[in-house]
Nanobody, 115 residues
Framework: QRQLVESGGGLVQAGGSLTLSCTASRIRFSANAVAWYRQAPGNQREWVATVASGGATRYAGSVNPRFHIYRDNDKNTVYLQMTNLQPQDTAVYFC?????????WGQGTQVTVSS
């Protein structure tokens, strides 16, 4: 079964750091751009960052330069390193990719930042 699985979320104090992982099963990440999105309670899902197949990165203004997206193609995994986390970063974080015309979402991982 082709799927994305996120991990690494948790509870952290403001100013802290977390690194999220997104691992693909039966989807070749190296050929695709991979993005992270987040959704806070009562809000729409918003784009956070993207890493292209060649490694180029883009970030939403609200997370740049605190967040860093990178990929390890050998592990078929994309990471989101988050530093200086703030309460407004609290959300469920999802990874996303499109492979052979099919869009895939992971189940999400909760990040909670306490003030």
């Amino acid at each position: 079964q082709r799927q994305l699985v996120e991990s690494g979320g948790g509870l952290v104090q403001a100013g802290g750091s977390l690194t999220l992982s997104c691992t693909a099963s039966r989807i070749r990440f190296s050929a695709n751009a991979v993005a992270w999105y987040r959704q806070a309670p009562g809000n729409q899902r918003e784009w956070v960052a993207t890493v292209a197949s060649g490694g180029a990165t883009r970030y939403a203004g609200s997370v740049n330069p605190r967040f860093h997206i990178y990929r390890d193609n050998d592990k078929n995994t994309v990471y989101l390193q988050m530093t200086n986390l703030q309460p407004q970063d609290t959300a469920v974080y999802f990874c996303n990719t499109v492979s052979r015309g099919q869009e895939y979402w992971g189940q999400g991982t909760q990040v909670t930042v306490s003030s």
